[in-house]
């Protein structure tokens, strides 16, 4: 869809769903859902690290774990919220093994890059029951 199309389509007034039927026809519809499962939540805005705590680390902490039992140079980690110094290294090992600066932060790029594994490993894991 062109930008400069829809803007001016919703210049004009239409609404969402009319401006992609104008572009994919009539028989096209938006669907929603109440949940949204296997994917994990987004970049909690903020650098994770020594001292950090809360449903975001407890939630990379459980991430790095699932990681952990594929790549067993990550070591597998209490999952407390709080982020300390055995979460510092199993987050420095991910990052070593996945090419990232290996410096013990979660930041926006690590954030993403154990998102994504995570997602791979454990879908992997599924597809073998």
Avoid: C
């Amino acid at each position: 869809m062109t930008q400069w199309g829809s803007k001016a389509l919703g210049d004009q007034g239409l609404s969402a769903i009319q401006i992609l039927r104008n572009f994919y026809g009539a028989n096209i519809y938006i669907n929603s859902a109440s949940e949204v499962a296997g994917v994990p939540s987004s970049w909690p805005g903020a650098n994770l690290t020594i001292g950090s705590r809360g449903d975001s680390v407890r939630q990379m902490q459980d991430q790095l774990n699932a990681i952990a039992g594929v790549y067993t140079s990550i070591p597998v980690i209490a999952v407390d919220g709080a982020f300390g110094p055995q979460t510092q290294a199993a987050v420095t090992a991910f990052q070593q093994a996945f090419g990232l600066p290996a410096n013990g932060i979660v930041d926006l790029p690590t954030w993403y890059r154990i998102s994504g594994i995570y997602v791979a490993v454990t879908r992997i894991g599924e597809l073998n029951q």
